[in-house]
Structures are given as C-alpha cells and as structure tokens.
C-alpha cells in the first residue's frame, strides 16, 4: 500500500512539471481514479493528492470494510472469512484480503450464498 501511495505521489509531483494542459490532464485522470477507488471524496482537488495517507488506502481493503460492516467481529476474523472464500463483492466471489474496494462495489460486498456464514448472519 504504501508502494501504491508513493507511485500516486511520484505521478502527482511528475506532473507539475508538464506542460499546463497536459499536466491538468494528468491530474484529472488521477483524481478520478482515486475518486472512483474512494480514497479521495468527490469534491478532492490535487493537492489533496499529495496530504493521503497509508491508512487512507488501507480503509478501502476488503478485509476492513468486511469488518466495518459488521461481518467479522475483529480485523484478524475478516481476513479469515475472506481467505476462505466466504465474500462476494458484486455477485463475484473475492479471497484477496487486500483487494481495494471501489466505492460503487461498497454496498454490493457480502457473503457468498453457499457461505455457512450467511445463514448464521441472517439468523443474528
């Protein structure tokens, strides 16, 4: 993640020194992409680009919105339930603790049907 952040940063610091059109360009592309990753809000502008941080990025892992949402009673249990293929993002089933939730997948995230833990969260 923090690998990801940097490579954002580098791209943002890179572009400043680019013409003014292309350099707009480039910003833009990022903030979008950022925006969509919901990283950044809508209303970000690029030097927000520059103030993210780790755990910014780290909020949008699919082991801490499976915890956030109540799923899991610790971080350590959401990883588990998403290592063994319990979550579905968007109907497709996801076993990448670390995959980066976008913010118009947030409310498709939950367990996978055949999931044992599907029944035991409807009947909570």
Do not use: C
Not at 40 to 48: H, Q, S, V, Y
């Amino acid at each position: 993640m923090r690998t990801m952040l940097g490579n954002w940063r580098d791209i943002a610091r890179q572009s400043r020194r680019l013409p003014h059109e292309q350099a707009v360009e480039v910003q833009q592309t990022l903030i979008k992409k950022l925006v969509k990753l919901g990283v950044l809000g809508p209303e970000a502008g690029f030097e927000d680009v520059l103030l993210l941080s780790v755990e910014d990025i780290l909020k949008r892992r699919l082991q801490t919105i499976v915890f956030e949402k109540g799923f899991a009673k610790t971080i350590y249990q959401a990883r588990q339930i998403v290592v063994h293929g319990h979550i579905q993002v968007g109907g497709k089933k996801v076993n990448a603790p670390s995959y980066l939730v976008k913010r118009n997948e947030e409310d498709f995230v939950g367990f996978v049907a055949k999931s044992p833990l599907s029944a035991v969260e409807e009947n909570a």
